[in-house]
Nanobody, 120 residues
Framework: QVQLVESGGGLVQPGGSLRLSCAAS????????MGWYRQAPGKQRELVAT???????NYADSVKGRFTISRDNAKNTVYLQMNSLKPEDAAVYYC??????????????WGQGTQVTVSS
């Protein structure tokens, strides 16, 4: 009913920048929260950043001051600007959205993931 399509991952050198995008489409009435999570090999998926439709943001301590999350509510799109990337930021990044459908039910959706590799 809802698809999340991510883009923007890739290979970057330490200290570099990447911008991830995630666009939601489908039977959407509203999206309260959108965010990014990441999972490195052998590790659990962890929160990176979230943003509510009202503009409240939340960041993992490890990315504060380096990453910025933003939303375009009209486009149902969330972005993650990642600066000063470190090797430990390398992971598969997943988009997440808490969506109220046109049926008025609320469901959590995940994107397929996009790989971020930080290496020289």
């Amino acid at each position: 009913q809802v698809q999340l399509v991510e883009s923007g991952g890739g290979l970057v050198q330490p200290g570099g920048s990447l911008r991830l995008s995630c666009a939601a489409s489908g039977s959407i009435f509203s999206i309260y929260a959108m965010g990014w999570y990441r999972q490195a090999p052998g590790k659990q998926r962890e929160l990176v950043a979230t943003a509510t439709s009202g503009g409240t943001t939340n960041y993992a301590d490890s990315v504060k001051g380096r990453f910025t999350i933003s939303r375009d509510n009209a486009k149902n799109t969330v972005y993650l600007q990642m600066n000063s990337l470190k090797p430990e930021d390398a992971a598969v990044y997943y988009c997440n959205a808490l969506v109220t459908l046109t049926s008025r039910s609320t469901t959590d959706y995940w994107g397929q993931g996009t790989q971020v590799t930080v290496s020289s």
